[in-house]
T-cell receptor, first 113, second 109 residues
Framework: NAGVTQTPKFRILKIGQSMTLQCTQD?????MYWYRQDPGMGLKLIYY???????DKGEVPNGYNVSRSTTEDFPLRLELAAPSQTSVYFC????????????FGDGTRLSIL | RKEVEQDPGPFNVPEGATVAFNCTYS??????FFWYRQDCRKEPKLLMS???SGNEDGRFTAQLNRASQYISLLIRDSKLSDSATYLC??????????FGAGTRLTVKP
């Protein structure tokens, strides 16, 4: 049972490039989340999804897009990478809503130069 | 007032010590609360949920004080392996889960 799997683990992008961070979970969880964590800071919610076909903005959505075509997958897209998006990105899932804890992937370290 | 606020520390304590962290939150209607542990350069992992009546898991005790709007985490008999950053997580309403910036704990021999 893999839990939440994120790929890639590391990536360096040039300013203006685009990329997709992949996240998949095998626990049949309805809720999925994307966070970013800057050095010395807590996690900030970018986007979340309460089920296939449904997505919603979190605290810091600008510069990102998501989709949720299946229960398992929740990719995060950066269209025009900017240095301010250098961060560690975590994907998480939970069975239902905010009364249940989240299970995290091991993160993607993204640097934009 | 920040929505979720923690003392960043660091807390440096000797092995065997008892240490407590607090986390304050802004929304009096918040209904769910958690403590996570995060090791350096790793993902957060659930330590414990926080229930209204307080709850204990071995050396760890979590409390909720609704009147003063804070949750606490008490660690007894600290171990070297408890060294980590402890994150509180509060539901501010709907699906808005907010993480605190974390409190760093170092347990020394």
């Amino acid at each position: 049972n893999a839990g939440v799997t994120q790929t890639p683990k590391f990536r360096i992008l040039k300013i203006g490039q685009s990329m997709t961070l992949q996240c998949t979970q095998d626990m049949n969880h309805n809720y999925m989340y994307w966070y970013r964590q800057d050095p010395g800071m807590g996690l900030k919610l970018i986007y979340y999804s309460v089920g296939a076909g449904i997505t919603d903005k979190g605290e810091v959505p600008n510069g990102y897009n998501v989709s949720r075509s299946t229960t398992e997958d929740f990719p995060l897209r950066l269209e025009l990478a900017a240095p301010s998006q250098t961060s560690v990105y975590f994907c998480a899932s939970s069975p239902a809503g905010t009364f249940q804890p989240q299970h995290f992937g091991d993160g993607t370290r993204l640097s934009i130069l | 007032r920040k929505e979720v606020e923690q003392d960043p520390g660091p807390f440096n304590v000797p092995e065997g010590a008892t240490v407590a962290f607090n986390c304050t939150y802004s929304n009096s209607a918040s209904q769910s609360f958690f403590w996570y542990r995060q090791d350096c350069r790793k993902e957060p992992k659930l330590l414990m949920s926080v229930y209204s009546s307080g709850n204990e898991d071995g050396r760890f005790t979590a409390q909720l004080n609704r009147a003063s709007q804070y949750i606490s985490l008490l660690i007894r008999d600290s171990k070297l392996s408890d060294s980590a950053t402890y994150l509180c997580v509060v539901n501010l309403g709907g699906n808005d889960m907010r993480f605190g910036a974390g409190t760093r704990l170092t347990v020394k021999p």
